[in-house]
């Protein structure tokens, strides 16, 4: 049993040292067999990873493959292969001479693919502008996916995106031309709206509809331009000359590093959507310049050349606003609104220098000329409508110099009227009539306070010697003139008593006058100033006169009782005392 049993051991261990070789042979193939599974897999990562299906080179460089979505997904995984490569080339030091090799072949291959591929996109691009995005109108607002996807990729070819928006900017500008011509000259379909010429005998309408038709097309065709680079705002409306805040740069999701960026790129793109806007539009900025002007230039009325400007001043302002301020379509309407200003100043001056050169004399009932009333009625309208204009927009040009070619020749013309007049009272009554007008038609506004400032002065000069002539007047039919006259031109060292018109005679016959003055006053109203239009003005003058009276009476009563005037029998030389006096002229 012992001897069968180390035979078998012998055999067993004779079959091991046997097999042995076999074993180690067939775990070899095994692990060769993983290697060579395991490098399969990475060859074929590789070639998924670092180069492009059959599918995707024909859609890079085949002309005859059109443009289409999956062009641009190889474009991106061309540029997505190209990156991984330089990462790869630049990360490890150790390549082999192999490896570099494939690396520097396939970032040839590539470039080559790429350059075939943005020029086909150039070419598809070029031919859209030329044909699919000639044609101005709503439905072009919004531009197709595969348009914003070429422009968005000729980015990356500054040279060939100049050149196709070269090509859209001289068809665009060339078709907005000539739609604004058939807007003035033809209307739209089937004749409506009508042309715009046809209002041409209707300035402020005509104007307006030119700036309206232009200022309606820069907001479609900013949408358009909008919707083609695929810039978005936030939505918020933005205050005048408030930074505009992009909507990607609003994520919270993004790296500091990626939102400077994506702003950055957003802020050129916002440059470039302006600066196309501004050259799609100056193709009509001729027409409309020529028209305007001359319509502004035609004007006789001062009131429609001022609404003319007024109009400009709210275009410019609300198309600067979109447009910019330094384009060219916004330094035409500024070029336009400086030439109707000029225009409004002109007619104002000629207006008034008319007035002067043609003087008449002041109405019989010493009212308001005409000429002076149509001129205050004018720039009552044109006042109006400059406050109007403060509260939506500032008008940049002051409104002193239209009050200054308007107040200072009415001011003359008033002065030179009034000459033409024999009585110094009328001539008074006169002025102070047409400045009342004049200080009622200015207001209280804020803008017109140096005016009326000045207007006011000048009305008080003229009621301040119109009173004293109105003193004048009561005081030599009261009969108290020439006692007074005694009592100014005597010597003070002799009593008033021995002084011709000065003794007790003389101040008692003017006494018994000035007695019959109060009896027939009316300490109201007088004849003498009935055509003084105003009644508070009437009634101050008179009122001021009455109390000079007072005053002089009450100097007569103090020389009367003043003992070195040597008066006898004082108490009978005056009826009235001071104080019935003042009661009596209330």
């Not at 006259?485 to 010597?491: C, G, P, Q, T």
């Amino acid at each position: 049993m012992h001897q069968h049993c180390d035979e078998v051991e012998n055999q067993l261990n004779s079959s091991n040292v046997g097999t042995r070789f076999l074993l180690q042979h067939a775990d070899g193939l095994r692990k060769e067999s993983q290697s060579v599974t395991t490098k399969q897999l990475l060859a074929k990562a590789f070639l998924h990873r670092f180069t492009l299906s059959d599918v995707e080179v024909q859609a890079l460089t085949n002309r005859e493959v059109q443009v289409n979505h999956d062009l641009f997904s190889a474009i991106n995984h061309c540029h997505q292969i190209r990156l991984d490569c330089a990462v790869l080339l630049a990360g490890d030091t150790t390549q082999t001479q192999t490896t570099q090799t494939a690396g520097l072949d396939i970032m040839q291959s590539t470039s080559k693919y790429l350059d075939k591929a943005y020029e086909k996109v150039a070419r598809w691009t070029m031919l859209e502008c030329r044909n699919g995005l000639i044609k101005v109108d709503d439905s072009q607002t919004e531009v197709s996916l595969l348009m914003k996807k070429a422009i968005n990729c000729l980015k990356s070819r500054p040279q060939m995106l100049e050149e196709t928006i070269s090509i859209l900017t001289t068809s665009r500008s060339t078709s907005l031309l000539n739609l604004f011509l058939d807007a003035l000259t033809r209307g739209g379909p089937s004749g409506l709206p009508r042309p715009i010429e046809l209002n041409a005998h209707d300035p402020i309408r005509y104007v307006g509809d030119m700036l309206a038709w232009v200022h309606q097309v820069m907001a479609s065709e900013h949408e358009f331009l909008e919707s083609l680079f695929n810039v978005k705002s936030t939505g918020k409306r933005r205050m005048m000359g408030e930074s505009r805040v992009f909507a990607s740069a609003q994520s919270d999701h993004k790296s500091e590093e990626d939102k400077i960026i994506t702003v950055n790129s957003e802020v050129e793109d916002w440059d470039r959507v302006l600066k196309l806007l501004d050259r799609n539009l100056e193709g009509c900025t001729r027409p409309l310049k020529i028209r305007v002007l001359q319509t502004i230039k035609s004007q006789e009325s001062s009131l429609v050349a001022y609404q003319l400007t007024s109009l400009l001043e709210f275009y410019k302002t609300t198309m600067a606003a979109t447009i910019g301020p330094d384009s060219k379509l916004t330094n035409t309407l500024i070029e336009i609104t400086t030439e109707a200003y000029g225009t409004v100043y002109s007619l104002l001056r000629a207006l008034s220098m008319q007035l002067i050169s043609s003087l008449e004399p002041p109405p019989a009932d010493l009212s308001v000329p005409i000429g002076l009333n149509e001129s205050m009625a004018n720039l009552k309208e044109i006042m109006s409508i400059y406050e109007a204009s403060l509260e939506d927009y500032p008008m940049e040009k002051s409104f002193g110099r239209v009050l200054d070619l308007v107040i200072d020749p009415m001011l003359e013309l008033v002065e030179k009227m009034a000459e033409m007049l024999s009585r110094k009272l009328d001539q008074l009554i006169f002025c102070v009539n047409c400045l009342e007008h004049v200080q009622n038609t200015l207001g209280d506004f804020e803008f017109t306070k140096l005016s009326s400032k000045k207007v006011k002065l000048r009305l008080e000069e003229n009621l301040t010697s119109l009173i004293q002539e109105h003193f004048k007047y009561l005081l030599n039919i009261s009969g108290l003139q020439p006692v007074l006259e005694a009592i100014e031109n005597k010597d003070p060292e002799t009593p008033l008593s021995r002084v011709k018109n000065g003794d007790s005679k003389s101040i008692t016959k003017a006494s018994e006058d000035f007695e019959k003055f109060l009896i027939d006053l009316d300490p109201i109203n007088s004849a003498e100033l009935s055509l003084i239009r105003s009644t508070r003005l009437r009634s101050k003058v008179h009122r001021q006169g009455l109390n000079l009276i007072y005053q002089a009476y009450e100097t007569l009563w103090d020389q009367v009782n003043n003992k070195s005037n040597r008066f006898e029998f004082v108490s009978m030389i005056l009826i009235r005392s001071k104080d019935e006096v003042n009661t009596l002229i209330g």
